[in-house]
Structures are given as structure tokens and as C-alpha cells.
């Protein structure tokens, strides 16, 4: 009698890594928005007295444009399958939620939206990561 095999393919659950990767674009062209107007137009966010974050204004839009590219590419990786993209995506969508505690205080609705889209997107990626197969 032979064991019945089992299909290892992609679930219906793997919508839930599209959804991931739709979610780092657009948090990815979000997060390089606002890095290019923290570095050409500082008077959009709304500082208090001890400052929005550590870093000046230019620092953190570099940071910001920066992180954004990366989850762009990574996006492009994780719907590629790749397995390095996966790894990278769940250490840049963390980047983003503790990036978006510099801004509760300026932002207090956006922040805790995005921080809520990101814990999402981590549990999309840790828990449905690996039916995403190269070239689905």
C-alpha cells in the first residue's frame, strides 16, 4: 500500500505573501516620499521642543529613502520566491514599525496604521513565508 503524497505547491494561504509584498511597495514608496521631503522641505513635520527624532532632518531622510528602496527591492524578491527576500522583508518591516515610533507624537494616526500594517505583513511572512515557490 503506498502512502499518499502529499502536495507541497503553494496554498491559498500565499495571497497573504502577495499582500505582503504589495504592502512593502507601498510602504516603501511611503518611507522614500517621506525621506525626500525631510530632505528638501523640513518645515512639513511638525517638531516639538525636544525634537521628532534623534537624528537631524538630513540623517533621517537619508534613512527614510534608503529603507524605502530596500523594501521595494525586497518586494520584488519575495514575490521572485526568493528565500533571502523573506529574511530581509521581515528585518526592514520591523525597521518600519520601530522607524514609525519617531513619528506617533507628530503623526499619531499614520504611525499606529502603518505599525499595525507591519505586524500584519510580519505574520504573513513568518507564518506563510515559505509556500511562496521561485516563479509562481
Known amino acids: 500500500m503506498e502512502a499518499p503524497q502529499v ?5 491559498a494561504w500565499v495571497g497573504w505573501i502577495w499582500f505582503a509584498a504589495m504592502m512593502l511597495v507601498l510602504n516603501g514608496f511611503f518611507n ?14 511638525a517638531v516639538t521642543k ?14 527614510l529613502l534608503i529603507l524605502g528602496i530596500l523594501q521595494v527591492v525586497v518586494a520584488i524578491a519575495l ?14 518591516v ?7 515610533v ?13 505599525i499595525g500594517l507591519d505586524i500584519l505583513v510580519l505574520w504573513a511572512l ?3 513565508g ?3 515557490e521561485p516563479g509562481f
Not at 522614500?32 to 513635520?45: C, E, I, R, S, W
Open 126 to 128: 513568518l507564518v506563510h
Open 130 to 132: 515559505e509556500e511562496m
Open 94 to 100: 520591523m525597521l518600519n514599525a520601530f522607524a514609525q
Open 102 to 114: 519617531a513619528f506617533i507624537t507628530a503623526y499619531p494616526l499614520w504611525s499606529l496604521i502603518v
Open 7 to 11: 502536495n507541497h505547491g503553494p496554498t
Open 79 to 92: 514575490i521572485q520566491g526568493r528565500t533571502w527576500g523573506r529574511v530581509v522583508a521581515i528585518i526592514l
Open 32 to 45: 522614500a516620499l517621506d525621506g525626500l521631503v525631510a530632505l528638501f522641505n523640513k518645515d512639513v513635520y
Open 50 to 63: 525636544k525634537g521628532l527624532v534623534t537624528f537631524n532632518f538630513t540623517t533621517w531622510g537619508w534613512i
